[in-house]
């Protein structure tokens, strides 16, 4: 029997076999350290060893350096013991699927079949029936970056449902539905940035746009949505987070960089921001003699 486990650290830290409940840390000071023992523990509750894992979901974020790191080598330390399968997964687009999967209890609509497809289509008809004004359902995906800052992309909720549906690659489905592709800003200026696009939808379809807001760091700069032209929903969560249900989305959604034979994106840290450290400038020259050089100083 196949076991998939799942790490995610973008936020917090995350970790679960998918079919059993997942081991949440919030407590930033904590959660690196017990990120093995989450693992162990895990594994007990699956009643299996970690040799039996036979594929590792681990979240490449983005996130803040330390944990994120953290959480990426210990699931590549994991899959080089075990021999397991080793996919990184993008939070963001975790984030835009929970915006789309969920449903108005908290639960979460499969992310195949006919079934889900025809309920989250059904749910987008009917927003539209009641608002004729509403042409797209955009998701600002979220995660908090530290330092007053948010990473974030904007995507097209139905063309995105729709390449899922149409098992398009993450490369294609990206270029059918991103608005604004992954970045790092301020929240006022994502606002600014945001509405800039619905501006433009606006002139291109006659139409307005419902844009929800989804992910960690969301509820932090709420008042600050409110500038957003037709805002919707703000929902500070993330999709591993969302019990058994949640993890199998993840772990699904990582299963469909698989898709067309494609190979799937290598388990490294997406950071965004620009390191603090920067290459010094050459010291400053005295007199007719240039520049010192570092080698000089020694």
């Not at 079919?19 to 007990?44: F, Y």
């Not at 797209?136 to 995105?160: G, K, P």
Request: proline share 5%; with cysteine; charged share 20%.
């Amino acid at each position: 029997m196949a076991h998939t486990l799942v790490i995610d650290t973008s936020y917090g830290s995350t970790v679960g076999l998918v079919g059993h409940q997942p081991i949440i840390e919030t407590d930033s000071r904590t959660h690196v350290e017990r990120l093995q023992v989450n693992i162990s523990r895990a594994c007990d509750q699956a009643d299996i060893q970690p040799q039996d894992i036979s594929r590792i979901i681990v979240g490449t974020g983005p996130g803040p350096f330390t944990g994120l790191r953290a959480g990426i080598v210990t699931a590549k330390a994991l899959a080089f013991a075990t021999g397991a399968q080793l996919i990184g997964q993008n939070i963001l687009d975790a984030q835009t699927l929970l915006g789309i999967l969920r449903n108005d209890d908290g639960t979460l609509a499969p992310i195949s079949g006919e079934q889900a497809t025809e309920q989250t289509m059904r749910d987008q008809d009917k927003d539209i029936e009641q608002n004729p004004t509403v042409a797209h359902r955009l998701i600002l995906a979220v995660n908090d970056a530290r330092r007053r800052q948010l990473y974030f992309q904007l995507i097209d909720a139905q063309a995105y449902l729709h390449a899922l549906r149409t098992s398009q690659t993450p490369e294609e489905r990206s270029r059918i539905a991103t608005l604004i592709s992954m970045d790092i800003d301020y929240p006022d200026s994502i606002v600014q940035r945001v509405n800039a696009v619905t501006q433009q939808l606006r002139q291109t379809t006659g139409r307005d746009s419902r844009i929800d807001v989804i992910g960690h760091g969301a509820q932090r700069y709420s008042q600050v949505w409110d500038q957003i032209e037709q805002r919707g929903i703000v929902l500070d969560a993330s999709l591993p987070e969302q019990g058994e249900q949640g993890l199998q989305a993840f772990a699904e959604l990582a299963m469909t960089q698989l898709n067309k034979g494609a190979t799937p994106v290598p388990a490294e840290p997406l950071y965004l921001r620009r390191p603090d450290v920067s290459i010094p400038n050459p010291l400053k020259h005295v007199l007719n003699h240039g520049a010192a050089t570092a080698a000089e100083t020694r």
